[in-house]
């Protein structure tokens, strides 16, 4: 864990970030941005709006709604922390009560209209808080919280009872945190914190605990907003708010649900847009999690490969515990950006050495062997007998004398190296406590990462409490596992930033000339026969073999000599789905006499099993390349999504698919293929060919351009197989299935 810091600092902010490791901040959105109030093809927003917060975290005035000073109250406890908060930030405090003339010795108005001022923010302490609102808009309240329960998370009646205080909220221009929230928001931050800070959002206020402690331990704490059942603000405002707030150094978020998959988009995007990193947890990644979240919060908890997609595309760092959630966010807000990606695990100990380098190296760390140069100079410290090469392996004794901090020195002198880590598997003084200290001073005189794993179950040795926690530059970690998940995304998240382009920029604000083409071949609640489904697919500019659709065995002999042989025939309808189970589909047909009888028997299959036709496709036999799958179906939350994986039967086997949201460009649809764990075979085995990626991708692409424009008129698309043909030469779409909304 990083440390306070000490010493003293200029007040001027950007030097102060500068001075605890991390630097300024370029402007909110750099590159070539999305226009304020801009809409993409399908007519949603491509910006994120920030809500202006400042007045619910400041507020010049705050009203408490049943205020109490009765001993034994619950109110009378809230009220007096309330007090407390408003006198922290400044603000003046008016209490609300129809009986009371005064509580804590403060005046108490009878209700929000007998208030003296319009007030910034008012705290609901009441069962039901919707009567409320229409008043507290006439005062022209901008805040409110409601802490009351018993909403959506309750089931159907609850969230009834929820929409009902949401379209109160929007026709009444307040802003409201809640229902069911918590006083997380009014807790005492420390003020003599210094640094980038982590900004807290958490649907369930006891899941911040942890990392409210973190300023224990020396890390600041800026915000947390606790935000419940997410009638009004949700997750999403909070984020696209602290983005922009120039004390934050990362976002820490505990998740529920997701109220709507755009608007976390959106601020993810404008998190990625500013450089400052998104931590979350985010439960439901089991069916038995999702449905114990549902029950908490009333949320929608969308399909979680992809939630995990989304999250991965605007740069979100997941996490699954709490212990991970406080060492990544505070490691992200306060080290400073990599100046290389290289590793060095450096140890008192070869056993301890050879352990955590296989457990960085598994986890996808580099650790580059050390020069013989650099090698020969570390020997001149450690015995000749000790591996040097990475691990760097001191035998014990040089960190117990002068020769310890040369050999630190030495390291992070090497220009191949970025990050220093040294596992203290435990305490043995008074060596660990030099240690300790030749690190921490090390740390002060570098702009590398310096890392400390800190083993002992005991967290109480002077070496531990004071000289490491008491860094600013130093990261301090009690795990193997997570100092290598902290360091593996701190190096990503600033790999992903520094060339990050928005996906939002790139989306189309109008519609193709395709889009009129497919609009006209879509049929309101139906599936698509597999011809005009490939129909959609050649308006969109994808290929498909050559066929044609036919009534008769004569019709059909005619077609097959146009198609060329050999050819493939299938039954085509509005219903059919797997054609092959049902013996539909006849391949290698090399002659007049087996398309006749080809036809008579598809037809006769079709009437057996009562399958309506619109007829036999005649189809070219396509050369055989690598199968692929190519689809669109829609999430709860997200929306259009794309997929891409091993086609044929292989998606059924080995459900080998990656996801993701549109919009996105070519080097996301790339990233697809790379998540592959079969995408060898595109590369070629067995002496077989390297397929055309290239085509592939680009078929991908013009999918999601379909995903886009069609919008919520597809509801699903099934490109299977897609055969991708050997370089250069192509791929072909020989079956879809399209379901129409």
């Known amino acids: 864990m990083l440390g306070s810091t000490h010493g003293t600092l200029t007040t001027d902010f950007r030097a102060r970030v500068v001075a605890c490791g991390e630097q300024p901040r370029p402007g909110a959105v750099h590159g070539t941005a999305a226009a304020e109030g801009d809409l993409d093809v399908s007519g949603r927003p491509l910006h994120a709006p920030v809500p202006d917060l400042d007045r619910f975290f400041q507020p010049e005035s705050l009203a408490v709604v049943g205020a109490s000073d009765a001993e034994g109250r619950p109110n009378t406890g809230i009220t007096r922390q309330l007090i407390a908060w408003a006198e922290r930030v400044g603000a003046r ?22 208030l003296p001022e319009q007030v910034d923010l008012a705290v609901l302490l009441v069962g039901d808080p919707l009567p409320l609102i229409d008043e507290l808009a006439e005062a022209k309240v901008k805040f409110a919280v409601a802490f009351a329960s018993g909403f959506a998370e309750t089931g159907e009646d609850g969230a009834a009872a929820q929409e009902r205080l949401a379209a109160a ?30 900004a807290l959002i958490t649907q369930s206020g006891h899941q911040g605990r942890p990392l409210f402690a973190l300023q224990e331990l020396g890390i600041r704490l800026s915000h947390w907003a606790p935000t419940g059942n997410e009638a009004d603000l949700e997750a999403a405002d909070f984020i696209a708010y602290f983005a922009e707030r120039p004390e934050v150094g990362a976002v820490a978020c505990y998740l529920e649900g997701l109220k709507d998959g755009r608007s976390f988009l959106l601020a993810a995007d404008r998190a ?106 570390l020997h001149e410290w450690i015995p000749p007998y000790l591996n040097v090469a990475n691990p760097v392996d001191n035998g014990g004794h040089p960190v117990g004398d002068w020769r310890g901090r040369k050999i630190i020195d030495a390291i992070l002198a090497d220009p191949a190296v970025g990050v220093l ?14 240690l300790a200290r030749d690190l921490v ?57 520094s060339s990050y382009r928005s996906p939002f920029d790139e989306a189309p604000r109008v519609p193709s000339p395709s889009f009129r083409k497919a609009q006209a071949l879509m049929r309101p609640g139906r599936q698509l026969s597999e011809h005009a489904a490939k129909q959609l697919l050649r308006a969109y500019g994808i290929r498909v073999p050559r066929e044609q659709l036919v009534t008769s065995a004569a019709a059909a002999v005619r077609a097959a000599g146009q198609v060329g042989y050999p050819v493939v025939m299938k039954a085509s309808g509005t219903h059919l789905a797997h054609k092959t189970e049902l013996g539909l589909v006849k391949v290698g047909l090399t002659s007049a006499s087996q398309v ?19 007829g036999v496709l005649v189809c070219q036999m396509v050369a055989r390349g690598v199968e692929m799958v190519v689809g669109v179906t829609h999430d709860a939350l997200f929306g259009p999504t794309v997929t891409v994986g091993l086609g044929g039967v292989l998606v059924e086997v080995l459900g080998d698919a990656a996801v993701r949201v549109p919009p996105f460009g070519e080097e996301q649809a790339r990233d697809m293929l ?67 909304s």
Request: include cysteine.
């Open 93 to 114: 405090v008016h209490p609300v009560h129809p009986t009371r003339d005064s509580v804590f010795g403060l005046p108490c108005s009878a209700s929000v209209a007998d």
């Open 169 to 198: 909220v929007r026709r009444s221009g307040m802003r409201l945190l809640g229902p069911n929230t918590n006083l997380n928001a009014f807790e005492r931050f420390r003020d003599d914190l210094e640094g980038p800070a982590i």
């Open 272 to 377: 990625a847009r500013a450089r400052v990193p998104v931590v979350a947890v985010k439960v439901g990644r089991t069916e038995t999690g999702a449905r114990t979240a549902a029950s908490h919060t009333g949320k929608l908890t969308g399909a979680d490969q992809v939630v995990d997609a989304a999250m991965r595309q605007y740069g979100v760092i997941r996490v699954d515990g709490l212990d991970e959630l406080q060492d990544t966010s505070a490691l992200l807000a306060r080290a400073r950006p990599p100046v290389a990606d290289g590793v060095v695990v450096y140890s008192i100990s070869g056993g301890t050495g050879a352990h955590f380098a296989d457990l960085a190296t598994a986890a996808g760390l580099t650790l580059p062997t050390l020069s013989a140069a650099k090698q020969a100079e």
């Open 421 to 434: 880590i040294c596992p203290i598997t435990g305490p043995f003084p008074p060596m660990s406590d030099r």
């Open 441 to 497: 001073e090390a740390a002060e005189q570098t702009d590398k990462l310096v890392c400390v794993v800190w083993g002992s179950p005991v967290g109480t040795e002077a070496a531990y409490r004071e000289t490491l926690l008491g860094s600013s530059r130093v990261a301090t970690f009690r795990t193997f596992a997570n100092c290598i998940g902290a360091v593996r995304a701190h190096l990503a998240h600033h790999r992903f930033t």
């Open 596 to 614: 006749r009888d080809a036809y008579r028997e598809l037809t006769d299959i079709a009437r057996y099993e009562g399958v309506e036709l619109d």
């Open 674 to 740: 790379d998540e592959l764990r079969g995408r060898a075979l595109l590369e070629g085995v067995r002496g077989g060919p390297p397929v055309d990626v290239d085509a592939l991708v680009e078929v991908v692409l013009r999918v999601q351009r379909m995903a886009l424009e069609l919008g919520g008129e597809l509801a699903e698309l099934d490109i299977n197989p897609l055969m991708v043909l050997p370089r250069g030469q192509g791929a072909v779409a020989l079956d879809a299935l399209v379901v129409c």
